[in-house]
């Protein structure tokens, strides 16, 4: 059973056949498609079909377009992106391209999503010291990261919006204070790109890397990185393919020079159906216009806080200007939450993500106020009957 809806939101519910079926509050697991990123996939999967190279070809003639909408929605140049597999590959691209000396360090928080903290973990391997900020004591905040900081550190690196629990990063504060130690600032931005608008370049931001499948609302299996031009000639690469080369129809010329821009980080032959609904699926974003869909976003997960609250819930996710994103994260005492999220998703039709530390609420800018109250109202319901169990 889904909610009663009324009025707009950002994103047109058109777009979204999710909401035909379910209250769906889940796109920090897993985003949906619109229909307009549907109907694009369509055509290229019939054309594929019907044509086979005759057909694909012509979605590979457009891939240089596809890495300008991607670098246009970061703030970068199309030159400045690589399409990848997925968040790891970035963080990798970069972890395995730099030349590392034994004693250099990487700082990140304990609590990262673990397509942020392997690729840097797997540097001790080479005497890297990966020096890990302890959530449960203390955010990275500026401060912290100041104090953290010495003249080994070569990388910071850290989830703009974090999984668990919604916390949101200031990256511009975070990036200057990592410049001033001469390290990198390496960013995983898929739990808030999508949802708030964000500028690398504005930002300071050296590297941002993500996957589509979230917020986004691309396909799952298809990601980005950016890496700031002054930055690409710096790296190596590690993990060349023959798409990684200067002039990639050469294919005997195995001395040739890497691609001179982001490219070559690619290696092998690009997911060409992940990097169309990457970039159909950033046309409606741009349309509906991010600085609403955060505005729309903050509005809802503010409406939820306030609700689970007067239920009685207990909230995981800290709060405030700056650092509230639409990841909200919270548990009903008494209450065992994997229990209670799967009541509210098989009795209401409400999607959220329940583990045993709570459950995760991440709404879109599709989402409306009813579908909120939905979820708010069904709570007190589940909650008793599960007590009385």
């Not at 000396?101 to 890297?128: H, K, M, S, T």
């Not at 890397?209 to 691309?218: C, F, H, N, V």
């Amino acid at each position: 059973m889904t909610a009663e809806i009324s009025g707009d939101t950002p994103l047109p519910r058109a777009e979204f056949a999710v909401t035909e079926r379910y209250t769906y509050l889940n796109h920090a697991a897993v985003g949906v498609l619109p229909r307009s990123t549907q109907h694009a996939l369509d055509a290229f999967i019939a054309a594929h079909a019907t044509g086979g190279v005759m057909g694909v070809f012509p979605y590979e003639a457009k891939m240089p377009e596809y890495r300008e909408r991607i670098g246009r929605f970061l703030g970068a140049s199309g030159a400045e992106i690589a399409v990848l597999r997925n968040t790891s590959d970035g963080a990798n691209a970069i972890a395995l391209g730099l030349d590392w000396q034994p004693g250099d360090e990487v700082i990140l928080a304990d609590n990262e999503f673990p397509a942020n903290a392997i690729p840097w973990l797997a540097l001790r391997a080479r005497g890297v010291h990966v020096r890990l900020v302890r959530s449960d004591r203390e955010r990275l905040t500026p401060a912290v990261l100041r104090a953290q900081m010495t003249p080994r550190t070569r990388v910071v690196a850290v989830s703009w919006v974090s999984f668990a629990d919604g916390y949101r990063h200031d990256l511009a504060a975070l990036a200057e204070i990592a410049h001033a130690g001469d390290a990198l600032f390496c960013v995983d931005a898929i739990q808030g790109l999508g949802a708030f608008p964000l500028d690398v370049r504005a930002l300071g931001i050296d590297a941002l890397y993500g996957g589509g499948a979230k917020w986004m609302l691309a396909l799952q299996g298809v990601g980005f990185l950016y890496v700031r031009e002054a930055l690409i000639e710096r790296l190596g690469v590690g993990a060349p393919g023959w798409r990684s080369m200067h002039d990639v129809w050469a294919f005997l010329d195995y001395e040739q020079p890497y691609a001179s821009d982001a490219t070559r980080f690619e290696g092998g032959t690009a997911n060409f159906i992940g990097a169309l609904s990457l970039a159909s699926s950033i046309e409606l974003l741009e349309r509906a216009g991010t600085a609403r869909i955060a505005e729309h976003v903050l509005m809802l997960t503010d409406r939820l806080v306030d609700g689970l609250l007067r239920a009685g819930a207990e909230l995981h996710t800290l709060r405030g200007p700056g650092i509230s994103s639409g990841i909200v994260t919270f548990s009903m005492p008494g209450c065992e939450s994997i229990a209670l999220g799967k009541a509210l998703q098989q009795a209401d039709g409400i999607v959220t993500t329940w583990r045993a530390s709570g459950i995760r609420v991440a709404p879109h800018g599709y989402t409306t106020t009813e579908e909120i109250d939905h979820l708010v109202d069904a709570l007190p319901r589940h909650a008793r009957a599960l007590r009385a169990s």
